[in-house]
């Protein structure tokens, strides 16, 4: 059996630990599609997930990122109460140079063969026209183009739910959630981190950005009256927040050494590299974390209201949840004396037990 090089467990014991319920792997040599598909939890409904594309160093590293966006997932659809549960899938490859129609429509096709246990969107190097060469093979995908009937890119959505949840760690630490003053590092600026940047200048926010992409950054940086920085230099700046919204694991052992910012709050998934030991050191420096895929959740509200058939109205109050659903969290983690991280993971982790109970009982 391989092994997951991060981890000295096989796949099978790897899985088992984590509480995933499947895993996929998909190869296609005629279009060069290596994909793997995580289902973790489908006790809420289908796994609803992002399909990323991106350059991994190796297959198991592309497993260890996907095992892990799954598991997000299942939390995200708990705490933003909806109803299904959580996957996702990652594709091997440079989505600039290697992405075809025929790759995406091959891995469509992998997404039919599940019948619906999987649902895809976007997620980072896909995009809404990726969508549509997935629904050219199967119904089972979220975020295709509003002409076609969906809602759309689900980015605006995801910033919208960073910023709120941004506003209600601002209230917790400064005592009123205004923005209009304070200093905020957004990494990325992608997607998501665009529309972040947009909002957060409109309420006169001194935004700093920085990106490995220096075009991306630059281009942002100068439509927005936002200042470019160098990616080495954030984690010693002395900015009030700190939003991760390019890719996860930059809360680290190192990063925190010589970490300033008072509130993270970014859209990132998985941004503790190690969500027991770094929540916890978080707690004690006194740094004030958004939980990630509760403040990132507006992309898969988006998603859902596209399934449901529900407008954007109905998408528009429940990302809105998020401000009050951030303070539930800021609340339960100082009445607990818990890492926020922990109360997000227990108030998700409730829903699906409390659910499991309804569901076994017809
Ligand atoms: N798109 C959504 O609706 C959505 C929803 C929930 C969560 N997220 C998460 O938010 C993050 C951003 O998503 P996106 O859709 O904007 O992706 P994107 O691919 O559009 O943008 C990501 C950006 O991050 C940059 N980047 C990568 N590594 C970097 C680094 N080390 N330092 C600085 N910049 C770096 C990339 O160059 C790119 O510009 C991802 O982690 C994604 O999983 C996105």
């Not at 947009?198 to 220096?214: A, G, K, P, Q």
């Not at 998934?269 to 027991?276: G, R, V």
């Not at 818990?338 to 017809?362: F, H, M, Q, V, W």
């Amino acid at each position: 059996m391989p092994e997951i090089n991060s981890s000295s467990h096989s796949i099978l014991e790897q899985l088992s630990l984590s509480g995933h319920k499947k895993v996929v792997f998909c190869n296609d040599p005629d279009t060069g599609l290596k994909a793997i598909i995580a289902i973790h939890d489908t006790t809420l409904g289908p796994a609803l997930g992002g399909v990323r594309m991106w350059n991994y160093n190796s297959e198991a590293e592309a497993l260890e990122d996907v095992l892990r966006l799954s598991k997000g997932m299942t939390y995200k659809a708990a705490i933003a109460g909806l109803n299904v549960g959580g996957g996702t899938a990652v594709i091997i490859g440079d989505s600039r140079r290697q992405k075809t129609e025929a790759l995406m429509r091959s891995f469509g096709k992998f997404v039919k063969n599940l019948n619906g246990e999987f649902i895809a969107g976007e997620d980072v190097g896909t995009t809404v026209r990726d969508m549509e060469y997935i629904r050219m093979e199967t119904q089972h995908v979220t975020g295709v183009p509003e002409s076609l009937g969906g809602a759309g890119n689900p980015a605006p959505y995801t910033a919208k739910g960073v910023y709120l949840g941004i506003k209600a760690c601002v209230k917790e630490v400064f005592g009123t959630d205004e923005l209009a003053g304070r200093s905020v590092v957004v990494q990325g600026t992608g997607n998501v981190g665009e529309h972040l940047v947009e909002l957060l200048r409109n309420d006169n926010v001194e935004v700093y950005v920085t990106d490995i992409n220096e075009d991306s950054m630059r281009m942002i940086a100068r439509k927005y009256k936002a200042k470019a920085i160098d990616a080495d230099k954030i984690f010693n700046m002395g900015a009030d927040i700190y939003a991760p919204c390019a890719l996860g694991a930059t809360i680290n052992d190192k990063t925190l050494k010589t970490m300033k910012f008072a509130i993270i709050a970014g859209s990132a998934n998985n941004q503790l590299a190690d969500e027991k030991i770094h929540g916890q050191i978080l707690q004690e420096k006194g740094i004030l974390y958004a939980p990630d895929y509760l403040i990132n959740a507006g992309g898969i509200i988006s998603c859902y209201s596209e399934l449901t058939g529900f407008g954007k109205k109905r998408t528009i109050q429940l990302t809105e949840n998020i401000y009050e659903a951030t303070r539930e969290v800021i609340k339960l983690s100082k009445s607990e004396n818990i890492p926020t991280n922990l109360a997000a993971s227990r108030i998700a982790e409730k829903r699906i037990e409390d659910i499991k109970k309804i569901k076994s009982s017809y």
